[in-house]
């Protein structure tokens, strides 16, 4: 799976990436790749009870990566604090958005969809593009 995000995220043009998929299905170690894959060293950290996570890198075409995990969102307030239209109107920022069915029904320009799941003896990774 890291392996598989760096790849992709390295080619990337989208700036929305939204991960869809069951808990353990691999979308945060999807995250973890990219970032790595990105020039991140540090740690990576699920943000599932913070809900957003924000990484400043150096000397690559994204300036800022936001990471959302909104499977323990539980209201609108805290959707807003969120701020995702800041990220999304960004140009240098890269916005990754785990379980973003659980947000305010959103269209985006140039988003990339990533859906997850389980096969009998390994997992599926499927992506799409829309905008």
């Known amino acids: 799976m890291t392996r598989l995000a760096g790849a992709t995220i390295r080619q990337a043009r989208a700036r929305v990436w939204l991960l869809r998929g069951p808990l353990g299905s691999g979308k945060t170690t999807f995250v973890r790749g990219a970032l790595r894959a990105l020039g991140h060293r540090g740690r990576v950290a699920s943000p599932t009870f913070t809900l957003s996570q924000s990484y400043n890198l150096r000397r690559q075409r994204w300036v800022r990566v936001v990471h959302i995990d909104a499977y ?12 995702i239209t800041s990220a999304v109107s960004d140009p240098g920022c890269l916005l ?8 305010s029904r959103r269209s985006w320009p140039n988003v990339q969809r990533v859906r997850f799941g389980f096969l009998p003896h390994g997992r599926r990774v499927v992506f799409s593009r829309a905008g």
């Open 96 to 103: 990754i958005i785990e379980w973003p069915e659980k947000l």
């Open 72 to 83: 323990r969102l539980r209201s609108v307030r805290e959707e807003a604090a969120l701020d």
